[in-house]
């Protein structure tokens, strides 16, 4: 049987091999810090194209900031961007974020209250836009890298992340679900055969589903 409708986030599948969390806006409100910093890196450049990228970045918040800084410049900009310039931009935002992001106060203490007390239950493993190093870091400082297998990010995309995972653990990917914000979410939780849940997204509930009765 196949159940689609708006859940509560955590009426999970009681027999399950993992939950694949994304990072920003799930575990993390971090979301309107992700936008101001693609603004101060992109402040030299005029403001309608910079908005544009941020309505890119928020209907694909899955994406890595490298994915998002070429489509500024090769689908906004109409410009090649050199490895050069992607790489400083992404430098940047990098520092950026490590110093915006460092924020016990950011937590959200709604998804990591389950995590917390269910995380011996369930395997759980993070998958993220985010670069991997530095969402590793982030995870550590903040004190919540104990609650997970494992810890993934760019440049990898998710889809590849979710894939590898699957595989190097042996999970059985009809056992498993993604709970995300984003369709690239949904996108790497299909393309994977795996189960998904809409995390505080209306327009997604429609793609949340399960294949097995929740426990209360």
């Known amino acids: ?52 990228l941020l309505q890119f970045h928020k209907a694909n918040g899955g994406l890595s ?38 924020n016990h106060a950011l937590l959200n203490l709604e998804t990591l209250e389950f995590v917390k007390t269910n995380h011996l239950q369930y395997p759980m493993y993070i998958v993220s836009g985010s670069d991997q190093e530095e969402l590793r870091r982030l995870c550590q400082q903040m004190n919540i890298d104990v609650y997970f297998k494992s810890i993934h990010g760019s440049p990898t995309p998710k889809v590849e992340l979710v894939s590898q995972l699957i595989k190097i653990n042996y999970l059985n990917a009809s056992k498993c679900v993604l709970i995300g914000d984003s369709i690239n979410d949904y996108e790497a939780a299909h393309a994977n055969n795996i189960m998904f849940y809409a995390y505080n997204n209306s327009d997604l509930v429609k793609y949340s589903n399960c294949k097995f009765d929740f426990m209360k």
């Open 1 to 52: 049987m196949t159940i689609k409708q708006s859940l509560s986030p955590f009426m999970i599948p009681q027999y399950l091999d993992a939950i694949f969390w994304d990072f920003d806006g799930v575990l993390i409100n971090s979301n309107s810090i992700r936008e101001m910093g693609f603004e101060k890196v992109l402040s030299d450049y005029p403001k309608e194209k910079v908005e544009a």
């Open 65 to 102: 900031r490298y994915v998002k800084f070429r489509h500024f410049f090769e689908n906004i900009l109409g410009e090649k961007p050199t490895a050069e310039k992607l790489f400083q931009l992404s430098s940047s935002f990098s520092e950026i974020m490590q110093k915006a992001l460092n």
